[in-house]
C-alpha cells in the first residue's frame, strides 16, 4: 500500500520539490540490526516493519545559552532562523528549553484509517536531543510533521550532520495487521494547500478543538448509495 509524502523547510511552496532529486536524501526503512538477538523476535520485527528514518538534509550548529535564555545557530541571516527554527512564546516553561525545527514532511494516502506515529530515533538521544512523539490518522488530518526537541544538555553545542536520523515515522492500519507500506515520493494535490490552511487556523483560534474533528471524521459513516436508504433513517 501507498504512502506519499513530500518535503519543505518551513511552508510548503507551490513547487513540485524543496530541494533537487540529486541532493535530497529520502526516507529509509527503519534498519533493524540482526545482530541484536531481539532483533529475531516476531513481537520486534511486527512493530517495526512499516517504520521509516527521517533524515537531516544539511549540517547544523546550535547551542541554547541558559544565561542570555538564547538559541544560537551558524544560520546567517535572521530570516533563516525564522524558517528553519520555531520558538513557542513558552518554549523556556519546562525544565529544558523546547524547539521546533521546520524540517516539514507531509504524508498523506487515499486509504482509510492510516494512522502515522512519530518516534525517537537513538541517534538524537546520544546528542541529548529528545524527540516531542506524537500520533494523527493521516487519512483525515492533513497536516504536516516536524522536529519538535527538547534540549536536555544546557550550554551543549549541538550538531546535525547532513545524513543524521532525525527520528522514525511508523504506520498503521485499523484493522489490517498484515499490510506493508510504501513511501512514495509525489506532488503535493491543489487541495491539501486548502486544507491545510483550514486546519492551521481552526488550530490557532480555538486550540486543542482538533481531535474532536479528528475523531468526528473517523466515525463518520459514508453516504449509502442504497435508492430505498430513507426506509431505515
Same mark, same amino acid.
Given at each position: 500500500?501507498?504512502? !506519499? #509524502?513530500?518535503?519543505?523547510?518551513?511552508? +510548503?511552496?507551490?513547487?513540485?520539490?524543496? =530541494?533537487?532529486? %540529486?541532493?535530497?536524501?529520502?526516507?529509509?526503512?527503519?534498519?533493524?540490526?540482526?545482530?541484536?538477538?531481539?532483533?529475531?523476535?516476531?513481537?520486534?520485527?511486527? !512493530? #517495526?516493519?512499516?517504520?521509516?528514518?527521517? +533524515?537531516?538534509?544539511?549540517?547544523?550548529? =546550535?547551542?541554547? %545559552?541558559?544565561?542570555?535564555?538564547?538559541?544560537?545557530?551558524?544560520?546567517?541571516?535572521?530570516?533563516?532562523?525564522?524558517?528553519?527554527?520555531?520558538?513557542?512564546?513558552?518554549?523556556?516553561?519546562?525544565?529544558?528549553?523546547?524547539?521546533?525545527m521546520k524540517n516539514q514532511f507531509l504524508f498523506w494516502t487515499d486509504e482509510k484509517?492510516?494512522?502515522?506515529?512519530?518516534?525517537?530515533?537513538?541517534?538524537?538521544?546520544?546528542?541529548?536531543?529528545?524527540?516531542v512523539c506524537g500520533t494523527f490518522p493521516i487519512s483525515v488530518w492533513y497536516r504536516?510533521?516536524?522536529?519538535?526537541?527538547?534540549?536536555?544538555?544546557?550550554?551543549?553545542?549541538?550538531?546535525?550532520?547532513?545524513?543524521?536520523?532525525?527520528?522514525?515515522?511508523?504506520?498503521?492500519?485499523?484493522?489490517?495487521?498484515?499490510?506493508?507500506?510504501?513511501?512514495?515520493?509525489?506532488?503535493?494535490?491543489?487541495?491539501?494547500?486548502?486544507?491545510?490552511?483550514?486546519?492551521?487556523?481552526?488550530?490557532?483560534?480555538?486550540?486543542?478543538?482538533?481531535?474532536?474533528?479528528?475523531?468526528?471524521?473517523?466515525?463518520?459513516?459514508?453516504?449509502?448509495?442504497?435508492?430505498?436508504?430513507?426506509?431505515?433513517?
Amino acid at each position: 500500500m501507498k504512502i !506519499y #509524502y513530500n518535503y519543505a523547510i518551513g511552508d +510548503f511552496p507551490n513547487e513540485v520539490d524543496f =530541494f533537487p532529486e %540529486d541532493y535530497f536524501l529520502e526516507p529509509k526503512r527503519y534498519h533493524v540490526d540482526r545482530d541484536f538477538d531481539h532483533a529475531r523476535c516476531p513481537a520486534f520485527r511486527e !512493530y #517495526y516493519k512499516n517504520t521509516f528514518t527521517l +533524515f537531516q538534509q544539511f549540517p547544523i550548529n =546550535f547551542a541554547y %545559552d541558559s544565561e542570555r535564555k538564547y538559541l544560537q545557530t551558524d544560520l546567517r541571516q535572521q530570516s533563516e532562523f525564522d524558517q528553519y527554527f520555531e520558538l513557542v512564546p513558552n518554549w523556556l516553561s519546562g525544565e529544558s528549553p523546547v524547539v521546533q525545527m521546520k524540517n516539514q514532511f507531509l504524508f498523506w494516502t487515499d486509504e482509510k484509517d492510516v494512522w502515522l506515529e512519530q518516534i525517537p530515533h537513538h541517534n538524537m538521544s546520544e546528542k541529548k536531543i529528545e524527540l516531542v512523539c506524537g500520533t494523527f490518522p493521516i487519512s483525515v488530518w492533513y497536516r504536516p510533521i516536524n522536529i519538535g526537541m527538547i534540549l536536555s544538555g544546557e550550554d551543549q553545542q549541538y550538531r546535525i550532520d547532513r545524513g543524521d536520523p532525525l527520528c522514525n515515522v511508523r504506520f498503521t492500519k485499523k484493522g489490517d495487521h498484515d499490510i506493508i507500506f510504501e513511501l512514495v515520493k509525489s506532488p503535493i494535490p491543489d487541495d491539501f494547500y486548502k486544507r491545510m490552511t483550514q486546519q492551521h487556523n481552526l488550530s490557532m483560534w480555538h486550540p486543542f478543538r482538533s481531535w474532536k474533528v479528528i475523531k468526528d471524521r473517523l466515525n463518520k459513516k459514508p453516504d449509502s448509495k442504497c435508492p430505498f436508504a430513507f426506509l431505515w433513517k
